[in-house]
């Protein structure tokens, strides 16, 4: 009962203070601008994307997020600008949408977070149409001996706090073993952040 109360009074209000900080805006500004036609954005949260998109490219958005009390949020704040979203409350591991229809899928500081990792991305492919492109932001495994160290040890309670994001991730491996290719991959850690969570790969995914 505790959890439950923590999941929806705490958390949403954690994230979404957690995941605007002015270095992820800036890495949010060098990926979201990049979807197109119809969107998928997977872990839509309290819609920290929406002022990124560029509206006049996009033909469609489905925001999908299992959380109702983060899609309320990002409902509000999807007033604020001229877009419609369609929200789908559920995990990646089923997405109530039909094969090979999607453009672009958006995914921001979700990977980490999705517990049934595999079948979620399996799940994103069916969606995806055969040209269709992942762009991508995440922050994950670090490269130093000393951080990924720090990493392992703190994962267990971090996932815990933060709603099963974990900070240990090797994201590009893991977007290579389910059958993606990743084009422009870039990587570095996030200034004013802490190490342990402020290592970001992003970039764009094609099946
Ligand atoms: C750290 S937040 C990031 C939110 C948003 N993408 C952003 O960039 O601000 C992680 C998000 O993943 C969502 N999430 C957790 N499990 C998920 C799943 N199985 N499928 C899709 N999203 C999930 C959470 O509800 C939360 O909104």
Same mark, same amino acid.
């Given at each position: 009962?505790?959890k439950?109360?923590?999941? =929806?009074?705490?958390?949403?209000?954690?994230? #979404?203070?957690?995941?605007?900080t002015?270095?992820?805006? +800036?890495?949010?500004?060098?990926?979201?601008?990049?979807?197109? !036609?119809?969107?998928?954005?997977? !872990?839509?949260?309290?819609?920290?994307n929406?002022?990124y998109?560029n509206?006049?490219?996009?033909? @469609?958005?489905?925001?999908?997020?299992?959380?109702?009390?983060?899609?309320?949020?990002?409902? @509000?704040?999807?007033?604020?600008? #001229?877009?419609? $979203?369609?929200?789908?409350?559920?995990g990646?591991?089923?997405? %109530?949408? =039909?094969? =090979?229809?999607?453009?672009?899928?958006?995914? *921001?500081?979700t990977?980490?977070?999705? &517990?049934?990792?595999?079948?979620?991305?399996?799940?994103?492919?069916?969606?995806? =149409?055969?040209d269709a *492109? $992942?762009?991508f932001?995440?922050? /994950?495994?670090?490269? #130093?001996? %000393?951080?990924? %160290?720090?990493?392992?040890?703190?994962?267990p309670?971090?996932?815990?706090?933060? /709603?099963?994001?974990?900070?240990?991730?090797? $994201?590009p491996?893991?977007?290579s073993?389910?059958?993606?290719?990743?084009?422009?991959?870039?990587?570095m850690?996030?200034?004013?952040?802490p %190490?342990?969570? !402020?290592?970001? +790969?992003? !970039?764009?995914? &094609?099946?």
């Amino acid at each position: 009962m505790i959890k439950k109360a923590y999941e =929806k009074y705490v958390l949403p209000k954690l994230l #979404d203070t957690c995941c605007s900080t002015k270095p992820i805006n +800036y890495q949010r500004n060098k990926v979201v601008p990049n979807a197109s !036609g119809t969107v998928l954005e997977i !872990g839509i949260g309290s819609g920290l994307n929406i002022p990124y998109y560029n509206l006049s490219n996009i033909n @469609k958005i489905y925001g999908l997020d299992p959380s109702e009390e983060l899609c309320d949020l990002a409902l @509000k704040n999807a007033n604020h600008y #001229d877009v419609e $979203i369609d929200f789908l409350i559920n995990g990646a591991e089923e997405i %109530k949408i =039909k094969s =090979k229809s999607i453009d672009t899928v958006l995914i *921001t500081y979700t990977l980490c977070s999705i &517990s049934e990792l595999k079948e979620s991305l399996k799940e994103i492919k069916r969606v995806m =149409k055969s040209d269709a *492109t $992942i762009e991508f932001c995440e922050h /994950g495994i670090a490269p #130093d001996l %000393k951080v990924t %160290k720090w990493q392992n040890r703190v994962n267990p309670l971090w996932s815990k706090i933060f /709603g099963g994001c974990n900070i240990n991730r090797d $994201i590009p491996n893991i977007l290579s073993d389910s059958g993606f290719k990743i084009h422009n991959l870039e990587q570095m850690y996030l200034p004013s952040t802490p %190490k342990i969570v !402020g290592y970001n +790969y992003w !970039g764009t995914a &094609s099946i």
